[in-house]
């Protein structure tokens, strides 16, 4: 039995993902481990276990540790301990003048938009437990760039949630590719976020896409990496038209751009 007994030891950022790996052993039925109040599971690929675990924005930085439970045949269980070194990730605060009603709410409003993040939060934290893709996660518009993810935000004087995503240059009408191959579980209007697509990728991986002017996609359906899901606009709470996207991973929110500098299938 070649066990590794050596202390796992990843670093991380707030606001990013951590690829965790393990090689396989004999044995080793399934793995999976508890981060942050969550039980991910990791996936089989080639030699290897891995999963993708997330680090909130708002995670305190320090040492975290998560166990990794690894289940034998035989129905043993043997845990290890990982250590996770969360760096802090300094967000500025940026002041944006957005139509009134989408900061002073009238109750209809405020009990739509109540709901909706209920239903956005029921869909973040449920972890699927297969992985839906396995090539490199893409950026929605090519070559686009945002960086004001995780800025904390005053909207017309007034403190609101940080930006859980990042805002990509678009005119009304540019193609949104499918970041990764997926499974799309929302496509309508919200009040915040337009009309919006979710698509769940697996292992607790979401990516939303909001503000489109048109929605290409059926909940329910598999979408290959790069395929067309809708058109960008500035439906929803918006300066103007572009993509909001954001990436969820087991409910932390991560910058999108952390999933594309991923390496995948590390050996
Ligand atoms: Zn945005």
Do not use: C
Not at 19 to 39: A, C, H, I, M, R
Not at 67 to 91: H, Q
Not at 157 to 183: C, M, S
Not at 242 to 252: E, I, K, P, S
């Amino acid at each position: 039995m070649a066990l590794l007994l050596a202390l796992a030891v990843f670093t991380a950022s707030q606001g990013g993902v951590v690829q965790l790996t393990f090689p396989d052993e004999p044995g080793v039925k399934s793995v999976d481990v508890d981060w942050q109040k969550k039980k991910v599971p990791f996936v089989r690929i080639q030699e290897r276990w891995m999963t993708v675990i997330g680090v909130d924005l708002d995670l305190k930085p320090g040492e975290q540790t998560a166990d990794v439970l690894f289940t034998m045949e035989d129905g043993r269980v043997d845990r290890r301990e990982a250590i996770i070194k969360v760096e802090p990730t300094s967000f500025p605060t940026t002041e944006l003048k957005v139509e009134d009603k989408y900061v002073q709410l009238n109750p209809a409003d405020l009990a739509r938009a109540t709901r909706e993040a209920k239903e956005l939060d029921a869909i973040h934290s449920k972890i699927t437990n297969e992985i839906l893709w396995q090539e490199p996660f893409s950026v929605p518009i090519p070559g686009g760039k945002g960086s004001n993810f995780g800025h904390r935000r005053i909207f017309n004087g007034e403190p609101r949630a940080p930006h859980g995503g990042a805002d990509l240059r678009a005119q009304t009408g540019t193609p949104i590719h499918a970041t990764n191959r997926g499974r799309a579980v929302l496509g309508k209007n919200l009040f915040f976020t337009g009309n919006t697509v979710i698509i769940d990728h697996g292992l607790g991986i979401y990516s939303l896409y909001a503000h489109l002017s048109r929605i290409d996609v059926k909940p329910g359906t598999i979408v290959e990496n790069g395929q067309l899901i809708g058109l960008a606009g500035a439906t929803g709470r918006v300066t103007g038209p572009h993509l909001h996207w954001g990436m969820r991973v087991q409910g932390a929110r991560v910058d999108p751009f952390s999933l594309v500098e991923m390496k995948t299938n590390e050996k």
